[in-house]
Nanobody
Framework: QVQLVESGGGLVQAGGSLRLSCAAS????????RGWHRQPPGNQRELVAT???????NYGDSVKGRFTISRDNAKNLVYLQMNNLKPEDTAVYYC????????????WGQGTQVTVSS
């Protein structure tokens, strides 16, 4: 099992910045990609960004150029730097981790609220 704990959410004005962190613990050996998804109010969960163990990144179209994902493999941490935030970025942000252990497993954190005021 892998446990994920997010931190860093909060309330920010439009144009501001926040940095989210996600700490992984437990059976972390074999974790391949890490990522962030978000779920805006009344909408489905959507991709924000992913990063592979080798550092390759992928972003959702709505955050490209504003958000940056990074990871510290030694500390089992992943970060999401969010700049130029917009009210439409308001959502619960979830960290995830994908691990290959015979099969592919996906683990999720409990989520952290990000609210952007206009």
């Amino acid at each position: 099992q892998v446990q994920l704990v997010e931190s860093g959410g909060g309330l920010v004005q439009a144009g501001g910045s926040l940095r989210l962190s996600c700490a992984a613990s437990g059976s972390t050996f074999g974790i391949a990609s890490r990522g962030w998804h978000r779920q805006p109010p009344g909408n489905q969960r959507e991709l924000v960004a992913t990063i592979s163990s080798g550092g390759s990144t992928n972003y959702g179209d709505s955050v490209k150029g504003r958000f940056t994902i990074s990871r510290d493999n030694a500390k089992n941490l992943v970060y999401l730097q969010m700049n130029n935030l917009k009210p439409e970025d308001t959502a619960v942000y979830y960290c995830n981790a994908r691990k290959v252990a015979g099969a592919l497993y996906t683990y999720w954190g409990q989520g952290t609220q990000v609210t952007v005021s206009s």
